[in-house]
């Protein structure tokens, strides 16, 4: 399984604290069958995240998981939120994408999902960038399937968090998504160790396997869609 959205690089934003915290989340993911995990610290204003070192903290991190025998893979990326759009400039969306390819996992702005984040996947889009708009169980709405399906007939993919599948107030909102079709991949979104949402995907997929629609294509939505992202390829949502 690949996961793309997660905190795992060390003391760079409010995921792990340290080296050690990195590799305990590789633990977990590997023991959850994790193979590919894609570092996406946040890209927005309120985090000192810079762009150019993120690379060699992905090198970082890889070595001391090879050092502890782990068989899980870090990648680069960022969780570039909508609202840090307007700063950053091509090479530096580049530097983000997922896998270093041309996917930009894209964080709403908070509130209900609005036309400015329409207008942001337009945007990117134009500019050759594909689109994995993260976590709609955070924007929770009467008529959020309505704007995910605006979302998504703007050309972008969108990533459920997997624990908002198993647990909590979103998840009947987010099993709605699931029985339209409307989730593509699964993520654990976890930011460390010791606390929050594990580095785990297997559950959420479990819950999905449940759902009529989606049951015959976990393996798309768990390993084939997010390959096919980091390869900088569009997936073709078989559903």
Same mark, same amino acid.
């Given at each position: 399984m690949i996961?793309?959205?997660?905190?795992?690089? %060390?003391?760079?934003?409010?995921?792990? *604290?340290?080296?050690?915290?990195? *590799? =305990?989340?590789?633990? *977990?993911?590997?023991?959850?069958?994790?193979?590919?995990?894609?570092?996406? %610290?946040h890209i927005r204003h309120d985090h000192d995240v810079r762009i150019p070192e993120l690379a060699g903290r992905v090198e970082e991190v890889n070595a001391e998981l090879t050092r502890t025998d782990l068989a899980v893979e870090v990648v680069t990326g960022g969780e570039v939120a909508e609202t840090a759009l307007d700063g950053l400039d091509e090479d530096e969306l580049r530097a983000v994408s997922l896998g270093g390819g041309n996917w930009i996992l894209l964080e709403p702005r908070p509130g209900p999902l609005g036309e400015s984040l329409i207008e942001s996947v337009a945007d990117l889009r134009g500019a050759g960038f594909g689109v994995l708009v993260a976590h709609p169980e955070r924007h929770i709405s009467a008529d959020l399937l309505d704007r995910i399906r605006a979302l998504i007939d703007a050309g972008a993919l969108i990533q459920?968090?997997?624990?908002?599948?198993?647990?909590?107030? =979103?998840?009947?909102?987010m099993l709605a998504l699931a029985a339209a079709g409307l989730i593509h991949v699964l993520a654990s979104d976890a930011h460390s160790s010791h606390g929050g949402r594990p580095l785990r995907i297997s559950d959420g997929l479990a819950a999905l396997g449940q759902v009529e629609l989606l049951g015959p294509h976990?393996?798309?939505?768990?390993?084939?869609? %997010? =390959?096919?992202i980091l390869r900088g390829e569009r997936p073709d949502p078989p559903y």
């Open positions: 996961d793309l959205h997660c905190h795992i690089l %060390p003391g760079i934003d409010d995921g792990a *604290v340290d080296v050690a915290d990195s *590799v =305990a989340m590789g633990r *977990v993911a590997a023991d959850d069958g994790i193979e590919v995990i894609a570092a996406t %610290p459920c968090t997997a624990a908002y599948l198993v647990s909590g107030s =979103a998840r009947k909102g976990l393996d798309w939505i768990a390993t084939e869609a %997010p =390959a096919a």
